[in-house]
């Protein structure tokens, strides 16, 4: 276990933003998570758990401990009924774990590509793009308490998965940290084409893509819409695209007839965030060194110099926007972070 005092959190995080913590833990094996919890009763304070850190904007100095889970490990557990089962520790990078996968020949997680963060990170906020969300494809998850010290296991039914959430974002839950997570990957399940860019991407030929295609297509078409978070930092997506009612949908499909519009399983419908952002003519638009990237608006980016303060100043003055102008309140997706903890965006 490495440990760090009064340590600089700009190079831990995609987002750069210079905040400091009393306390760094970096967790490399899992004789350092009982290390840890010696740690916390023998010092407590307050603490948070970070993953890659592509999902957390620290707003000021946080008075407490960081706590980076970097142990690594992936592996084949077996197959059965027409499906792989495969392992991978919390603290393996996303990206290259679904690299490994569609190396391995095996699909299911190809959608996904290109991804910022750590696989333990992404049930928390059922990560998805591209036609595909990870709880689809987790068949368990497992972890610790770490108030008991006791380990845990939750089959993806118990996990509560929902559009950007499951039940590890509830409050209840903080004491339970993602050791290792467990995927199904379907052996023989067609690609999946329906997401309208992979559609114009790969045209008529279904039949004929891989996972290692369409890792490479996802790869190329977020390349070209998103920044890079190793040149311009960011946390990707910063707000989610609100589920509204049917009747609201309808309302503002009357005044805005191009809004894109998804509807959901549950009724309800999905609207795009970025879509709204831009129609407030807010790309490009600072607070400080924050920036509304200038070619997608659902990317909120660092300037240059950009505080926690400047990015508070900035979702709120968006948020406000999209509010005045369609009536629909936007709710941030990264996890805001004060000097004591977890924040949101109503009481930072």
Same mark, same amino acid.
């Given at each position: 276990?490495?440990?760090?005092?009064?340590?600089?959190?700009?190079?831990?995080?995609?987002?750069?933003?210079?905040?400091?913590?009393?306390?760094?833990?970096?967790?490399?094996?899992?004789?350092?998570?009982? =290390?840890?919890?010696?740690?916390?009763?023998?010092?407590?304070?307050?603490?948070?758990?970070?993953?890659?850190? +592509?999902?957390?904007?620290?707003?000021?100095?946080?008075?407490?401990?960081?706590?980076? @889970?970097?142990?690594?490990?992936?592996?084949?557990?077996?197959?059965?009924?027409?499906?792989?089962?495969?392992?991978?520790?919390?603290?393996? #990078?996303?990206?290259?774990?679904?690299?490994?996968?569609?190396? /391995?020949?095996?699909?299911?997680?190809?959608? @996904?590509?290109?991804?910022?963060? *750590?696989?333990?990170?992404? #049930?928390? /906020?059922?990560?998805?793009?591209?036609?595909?969300?990870?709880?689809?494809?987790?068949?368990?998850?497992?972890?610790?308490?770490?108030?008991?010290?006791?380990?845990?296991?939750?089959?993806?039914?118990?996990?509560?998965?929902?559009? =950007?959430?499951?039940?590890? !974002?509830?409050?209840?839950? *903080?004491?339970?940290?993602?050791?290792?997570?467990?995927?199904?990957?379907?052996?023989?399940?067609? #690609?999946?084409?329906?997401?309208?860019?992979?559609?114009?991407?790969?045209?008529?030929?279904?039949?004929?893509?891989?996972?290692?295609?369409?890792?490479?297509?996802?790869?190329?078409?977020?390349?070209?819409?998103? $920044?890079?978070?190793?040149?311009?930092?960011?946390?990707?997506?910063?707000?989610?695209?609100?589920?509204?009612?049917?009747?609201?949908?309808?309302?503002?499909?009357?005044?805005? #007839?191009?809004? $894109?519009?998804?509807?959901?399983?549950?009724?309800?419908? !999905? %609207?795009?965030?970025?879509?709204?952002?831009?129609?407030?003519?807010?790309?490009?638009?600072?607070?400080?060194?924050?920036?509304?990237?200038? =070619? /997608?608006?659902?990317?909120?980016?660092?300037?240059?110099?950009?505080?926690?303060?400047?990015? %508070?100043?900035?979702?709120?003055?968006?948020?406000?926007?999209?509010?005045?102008?369609?009536?629909?309140?936007?709710?941030?997706?990264?996890?805001?972070?004060?000097?004591?903890?977890?924040? +949101?965006?109503?009481?930072?």
């Amino acid at each position: 276990m490495q440990r760090f005092v009064e340590v600089d959190l700009s190079s831990w995080t995609t987002l750069g933003v210079p905040v400091r913590a009393q306390e760094l833990l970096v967790l490399e094996d899992e004789a350092d998570i009982a =290390r840890w919890l010696e740690r916390r009763e023998a010092a407590p304070m307050p603490e948070l758990v970070l993953g890659g850190g +592509s999902n957390v904007v620290f707003l000021e100095d946080f008075a407490g401990r960081v706590v980076r @889970l970097a142990t690594r490990g992936r592996e084949l557990l077996g197959e059965e009924g027409g499906a792989r089962f495969v392992r991978a520790a919390a603290g393996e #990078p996303w990206d290259g774990f679904v690299r490994w996968c569609v190396t /391995q020949g095996w699909g299911g997680l190809e959608n @996904l590509a290109a991804i910022p963060g *750590s696989v333990g990170a992404v #049930p928390v /906020q059922n990560v998805g793009a591209y036609g595909l969300e990870v709880g689809e494809r987790i068949a368990w998850v497992e972890g610790v308490d770490r108030d008991t010290g006791l380990a845990w296991t939750l089959s993806a039914d118990e996990c509560g998965f929902g559009y =950007r959430t499951s039940r590890f !974002k509830a409050a209840e839950e *903080s004491s339970r940290v993602i050791t290792a997570v467990v995927f199904r990957l379907p052996r023989d399940e067609p #690609p999946r084409l329906d997401y309208p860019d992979l559609q114009r991407w790969f045209g008529g030929r279904a039949q004929r893509v891989s996972p290692a295609d369409v890792y490479a297509a996802v790869a190329e078409i977020r390349a070209r819409k998103l $920044p890079d978070p190793r040149v311009q930092g960011n946390v990707g997506s910063f707000f989610k695209n609100p589920l509204v009612s049917p009747a609201v949908a309808e309302r503002l499909a009357a005044l805005h #007839p191009d809004l $894109p519009r998804h509807p959901q399983p549950d009724g309800r419908v !999905k %609207l795009a965030a970025g879509w709204m952002i831009e129609r407030c003519g807010l790309k490009g638009v600072r607070e400080g060194g924050a920036m509304v990237h200038e =070619r /997608q608006a659902l990317v909120l980016c660092n300037a240059g110099g950009a505080t926690g303060a400047d990015f %508070l100043a900035l979702a709120r003055r968006v948020r406000e926007a999209v509010a005045e102008r369609f009536g629909v309140e936007l709710e941030v997706e990264p996890v805001l972070v004060g000097r004591e903890g977890v924040r +949101s965006l109503e009481r930072a």
